[in-house]
């Protein structure tokens, strides 16, 4: 523990609250550099963002922060900065993960409250404000199964192969791109979301790699999630209750069955690079994890492309040189009935 570190923390948050009668409780750090504190005063709770400036930038999650607050997205206020120090003092969203609440019978509920949060983030003009998810940016994202999960595997792609598996990308790509284009959370899903006491609104965390890309982006990290399973037939009745709130713009010249090919596009998109997230998440930073991820990741990808033919060379490759291996070394989805 840095005691300059938490001398500094303390004469701020002494400023701040205009009082040195607060408590301080660290909470279980996460992956990156920031330690988060729970900040105690009379009955008043805060969250601190210790981000020390030379590891962490906090300056994209506040100015994403703050856009987000003005346009009405629910995210913790900021109570106080000092970007040169890298403190955050924040709303407390207190501790219950969406996550933590969903079974077969509550999960309709959440999910419909999720979806109208959604829709009302896409409606925010986010131009100029977000990078865009580029053509570049798709690929890479998915080359990240070439570069991680086939060495992994001890796969080399012949010539043939490359080519192939260049030109499915390239496909998948340019869907993404062909929809229509709204600010993108990019990891909307049940952890990143949290039931807040008192409200019906989500608080909605984790924000700070938004983009502007596809429409169904967002609906597909929640509905299709990595790390929980829902009945196909129930995720595309989601499908439809999400597109039922698309403002019309967003449905012009595209049927409900367009919107679930947008769907299944990006979510495959998004499986082939998640892939190659877990494998570089264990091998370069030694976080073992994700891999018991990764068995429902395949499966989603080997059901998700059934219907789409252009997919198809591509999925055999997977079914012919990869699923063997994979499957010996990370295991097997077993569906959930």
Same mark, same amino acid.
């Given at each position: ?150 060495? #992994? =595997? ?5 010539? %043939?192969?490359?080519?192939? /598996?260049? *030109?499915?990308?390239? +496909? $998948? ?81 595209? #049927? =409900? ?5 947008? %769907?299944?596009?990006?979510? /495959?998109? *998004?499986?082939?690079? +998640? $892939? ?62």
């Amino acid at each position: 523990m840095n005691t300059q570190r938490e001398q500094l923390i303390q004469s701020w948050i002494t400023s701040v609250l205009k009082s040195d009668q607060f408590e301080t409780h660290f909470l279980a750090g996460d992956a990156s550099f920031r330690r988060y504190a729970r900040i105690k005063l009379n009955n008043k709770t805060f969250m601190l963002m210790d981000a020390p400036p030379e590891k962490e930038d906090c300056g994209p999650f506040v100015s994403i922060d703050e856009f987000f607050d003005a346009h009405g997205v629910r995210v913790p206020h900021i109570v106080a900065k000092d970007l040169d120090q890298g403190f955050l003092l924040l709303e407390d969203f207190g501790d219950v993960l969406l996550s933590t609440l969903l079974n077969d019978e509550t999960v309709d509920a959440h999910y419909t409250q999720s979806f109208k949060q959604l829709i009302e983030l896409q409606a925010v003009d986010g131009a100029g404000h977000f990078p865009a998810y580029s053509y570049e940016k798709l690929i890479s994202e998915m080359e990240l199964l070439t570069d991680w999960l086939l060495p #992994s =595997l001890k796969t080399q792609p012949t010539e %043939a192969e490359s080519a192939l /598996i260049k *030109r499915t990308f390239a +496909i $998948l790509a340019n869907a993404a791109l062909a929809q229509p284009q709204v600010i993108v959370h990019r990891d909307f899903h049940s952890r990143n979301l949290m039931v807040l006491e008192g409200e019906q609104e989500q608080g909605v965390i984790d924000f700070q790699d938004a983009v502007i890309g596809a429409d169904t982006y967002d609906l597909i990290s929640i509905t299709r999630d990595a790390y929980v399973q829902w009945n196909p037939a129930r995720v595309y009745s989601w499908f439809e209750t999400f597109y039922n709130l698309l403002p019309a713009a967003a449905k012009e010249g595209r #049927s =409900l069955d367009q919107f679930k090919q947008d %769907a299944d596009m990006m979510a /495959i998109q *998004r499986h082939i690079k +998640i $892939l190659g997230i877990f494998v570089r998440l264990f091998e370069r930073d030694g976080k073992s994890g994700y891999l018991k991820d990764l068995p429902r990741v395949m499966w989603y990808l080997l059901e998700e492309s059934k219907p789409y033919a252009e997919l198809q060379p591509f999925m055999q490759f997977i079914y012919d040189k990869v699923l063997p291996a994979f499957e010996e070394k990370y295991g097997k989805y077993e569906v959930e009935a």
